[in-house]
């Protein structure tokens, strides 16, 4: 099968990058040519990511945070100069009955779910 779009050479920053779909996505990018920049906030784990990529940049960040998150874009605009493609993967889930989630909890969970997706679309 033939890839329908060429990543050879563009640069995609892929939030959530330190475990799950994010990493994944990371690595397919990486295979397919691209230069993926990791973010995520368990820095370790986007190490490790990094030296098995061949140093792919890995940024530690936390996408609810503005100030990180324009630190994300000015460090990939720094290593690469550019900035192709976003893969807002960041995200975490709730789990348990209605009635026993803590409100702030939930507060948190729209933060990261919902409006990062927005500030780090606006970022980029």
């Known amino acids: 099968m033939t890839d329908l779009i060429d990543l050879t050479g563009k ?7 330190s475990a ?5 996505t990371a690595r397919q990018l990486h295979a397919a040519g691209a230069y993926p920049v990791l973010a995520a906030r368990r820095a370790g ?20 945070d ?5 630190d994300l874009v000015a460090a990939t605009l ?12 960041a995200g975490a889930s709730l789990h348990g009955p ?3 989630i803590d409100p702030a909890e939930f507060g948190r969970s729209l933060q990261l779910n ?3 997706v927005l500030t780090v679309t606006q970022a980029v």
């Open 45 to 64: 784990r986007l190490a490790e990511l990094s030296t098995e990529l061949g140093g792919a940049l890995a940024v530690p960040t936390d996408v609810t």
């Open 78 to 89: 720094d290593r690469h100069g550019r900035i192709d493609g976003l893969v807002n993967n």
């Open 114 to 116: 919902v409006v990062s």
């Open 66 to 70: 503005p100030g990180q998150v324009a």
């Open 20 to 24: 799950g779909i994010g990493a994944a």
């Open 11 to 17: 640069t995609v920053i892929v939030t959530g990058a």
């Open 98 to 100: 209605l009635d026993r």
